[in-house]
C-alpha cells in the first residue's frame, strides 16, 4: 500500500495550504515480540524421541513504516482535530492498514524541523489553551 498517497488524499481535502503538505514515508525494520494467544498452549517437547514443536521465539523481525507528516503551523489544528480526535483516527486507519500490508506503522506529525508525536494529552492542552485572560 503507498501510505504517503493516502494520507495525502484524506488530509489535503481538509486543509487551508494542501500545496505545503508533505507526507514522507521511511522504512526500516524492528524487532516485534510473539504474543501466543490465550488458551494456547505450546506442546511440550519430547525429550526421548527429540521431537515436537517448542514454543515459538519470543520475537520477531518486522516490516516498520514511520509515516511522517509535515504541513503548515495553521493546519496543524485541523490535522490534530478537536481533542485530537483527527489525529488518532488517522493513526488507527495507518495502523490497520499497516497490519493488513505486515507492516507496523506510526504515523508523526511534524512541527517544523522538530519532530515532534502530538499525544492525545498534548493536542487536548493545545486546543483548550488560548489567550491568557488578565494578560
Do not use: C, Q, W
Amino acid at each position: 500500500m503507498n501510505f504517503e498517497a493516502f494520507v495525502t488524499e484524506v488530509l489535503a481535502p481538509i486543509l487551508d495550504h494542501p500545496e505545503a503538505l508533505r507526507v514522507e514515508v521511511t522504512e526500516s525494520e524492528v524487532r516485534v515480540r510473539t504474543v501466543v494467544p490465550e488458551g494456547a498452549r505450546p506442546r511440550r517437547r519430547d525429550h526421548r524421541e527429540g521431537e515436537g514443536s517448542e514454543r515459538p521465539p519470543a520475537f520477531h523481525t518486522a516490516r516498520k513504516l514511520d509515516v511522517l507528516v509535515y504541513a503548515e503551523p495553521g493546519d496543524r489544528g485541523r490535522i490534530i482535530g478537536k481533542g485530537g480526535r483527527m489525529i488518532t483516527s488517522l493513526r488507527t486507519l495507518t495502523k490497520v492498514a499497516g497490519e493488513k500490508a505486515g507492516a507496523v506503522v506510526n504515523l508523526e506529525l511534524y512541527d517544523g524541523d522538530e519532530p515532534r508525536r502530538e499525544s492525545r494529552t498534548e493536542a487536548i492542552a493545545e486546543a483548550s489553551s488560548g489567550p491568557e485572560a488578565g494578560a
